[in-house]
């Protein structure tokens, strides 16, 4: 198993750039490809952003598309999300996961952080 802890998130204006982070621990980090949910207050959790166990394949909500970036550093196990130009509608709680399944639901990911509060004001 992996156990999945979140930083890196706060208040931020509308415009401005947030880097969250994810560190593992565990032995199996590189295993798993891994991905980036949030959650809107009274909202489903949504996928943001996933990659592959080598960090070169990419996937992106539409919604972040251009924005945002994911990434990892399997020696420091690891991943980040590096988000830039934020917007009011991006405000929630980001949760890290690894992905064990072939979509982008959160059935098909496990091993969830605590998450970590994104705010974004006008």
């Known amino acids: 198993q992996v156990q999945l802890v979140e930083s890196g998130g706060g208040l931020v204006q509308a415009g401005g750039s947030l880097r969250l982070s994810c560190v593992a621990s565990?032995?199996?980090?590189?295993?798993?490809?891994m991905g980036w949910f949030r959650q809107a207050p009274g909202k489903e959790r949504d996928f943001v952003a996933a990659l592959d166990r080598s960090g070169v394949s990419t996937y992106y909500a539409d919604s972040v598309k251009g924005r945002f970036t994911i990434s990892r550093d399997n020696a420091k196990m690891t991943v980040y999300l590096q988000m830039n130009s934020l917007k009011l509608e991006d405000t929630g709680v980001y949760y890290c996961?690894?992905?064990?399944?072939?979509?982008?639901?959160?059935?098909?990911?496990?091993?969830w952080g605590q998450g970590t509060q994104v705010t974004v004001s006008s």
């Open positions: 996961a690894a992905q064990l399944g072939i979509g982008t639901e959160p059935k098909d990911f496990a091993f």
């Open positions: 565990g032995r199996t980090f590189s295993r798993y490809p």
